[in-house]
């Protein structure tokens, strides 16, 4: 096995078969997700990180029916609410990685208000935004990302609104940390999300997802004559925030991907909590004596 497999598969205290989960997959053929979860794997193996200290958010969707592939701690929430989710848990145990996933229906629409803040107070958290350009679950209607006038089930004329450029808008809600990959390059997918993880802030990852039952306009081939990494754009410096906010326009010709923008002195909130600065103990540890009072006078109850 090479070097780079052997880290991908088998770490130190960690290995793939740790994340593994017997239920079965239910993604269509060729849905992105597949790669999405191998990424994700791979990604807390190579960073050796062990199912104990790692915390799944899930959105509803097809995104959020990955929840139960994957072992370690999981939550399978509301739809457009995995990052409130996700903040909790970040800021009860600084000690936890935390990985939300949420589609463009559920982060462009119900959940966008807690993007938005999100992305302000950056709460430490890996934030994977699953992009296929449609609310997939419910059976391909037009989300903000979906191309205007292309026909969706739900508009079979096209949508007359304006879309969304996800990246751009992030980075200009200053972001602390940007990146955008695409499903079908693990490999790729694999090293950012590695980078999100390592970030120290808010890392919103944006993953260009193909849909091959109900979005027929950005397919697999569709990305893959426009995408390029910006480790090809020479002396390309992702800590230069105007030349992120640049490269993140174009979304019809060339797409960039690869880490965008990661701000070298991003301070997480749990840093900004000036009184928790000294504190050895997370929230966690500091509600469990109560948690044990409250047990013992409930079972006198019962
Ligand atoms: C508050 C709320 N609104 C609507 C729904 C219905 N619903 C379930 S899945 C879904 C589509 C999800 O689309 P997206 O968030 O883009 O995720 P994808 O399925 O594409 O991964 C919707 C609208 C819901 N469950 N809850």
């Not at 290995?15 to 053929?29: A, Q, R």
């Not at 004559?225 to 326009?249: G, H, M, P, V």
């Not at 540890?285 to 013992?296: A, G, L, P, T, W």
Request: charged content about 20%; hydrophobic content about 35%; some cysteine.
């Amino acid at each position: 096995m090479s070097s780079l497999c052997k880290t991908y598969f088998e770490n130190e205290n960690v290995s793939l078969k740790d994340y593994y989960s017997d239920n079965i997959y239910t993604w269509c053929t060729n849905c992105g997700n597949y790669g999405i979860a191998a990424a994700t794997k791979r990604a807390l193996v190579a960073e050796n990180i062990e199912p104990k200290d790692t915390f799944m958010c899930f959105d509803i969707g097809c995104n959020g029916n990955g929840s139960d592939k994957i072992g370690g701690y999981r939550l399978h929430g509301l739809h457009g609410r995995v990052i409130p989710v996700a903040t909790g848990a970040a800021l009860a145990n600084r000690n936890l990685s935390v990985i939300a996933s949420g589609g463009d229906g559920a982060t462009l629409s119900e959940g966008i208000g807690h993007l938005v803040h999100a992305i302000r107070s950056n709460y430490n958290i890996t934030f994977l935004m699953h992009n296929n350009c449609n609310y997939a679950l419910t059976k391909g209607q037009a989300s903000a990302s979906t191309r205007q006038d292309v026909p969706m089930d739900s508009s079979p004329d096209g949508t007359p609104s304006d879309t969304l450029n996800f990246m751009n808008f992030v980075l200009s809600l200053g972001a602390s940390f940007a990146a955008r990959t695409f499903s079908g390059n693990v490999q790729q997918m694999t090293e950012v999300i590695r980078a999100g993880i390592r970030h120290r802030g808010f890392s919103v990852i944006e993953i260009l997802q193909n849909c091959p039952t109900y979005n027929k306009d950005t397919t697999h081939e569709w990305y893959q004559d426009r995408i390029y990494d910006t480790i090809e754009i020479k002396d390309y410096d992702n800590s230069n925030f105007d030349s992120a906010l640049n490269i993140s326009k174009d979304m019809s010709e060339r797409i960039a991907t690869g880490v965008l923008f990661a701000n070298p002195n991003s301070v997480p909130f749990d840093q900004r909590l000036e009184n928790r600065q000294n504190y050895s103990t997370e929230l966690v540890d500091e509600v469990k004596s109560y948690n044990q009072i409250s047990q013992e006078l409930f079972s006198r109850f019962i």
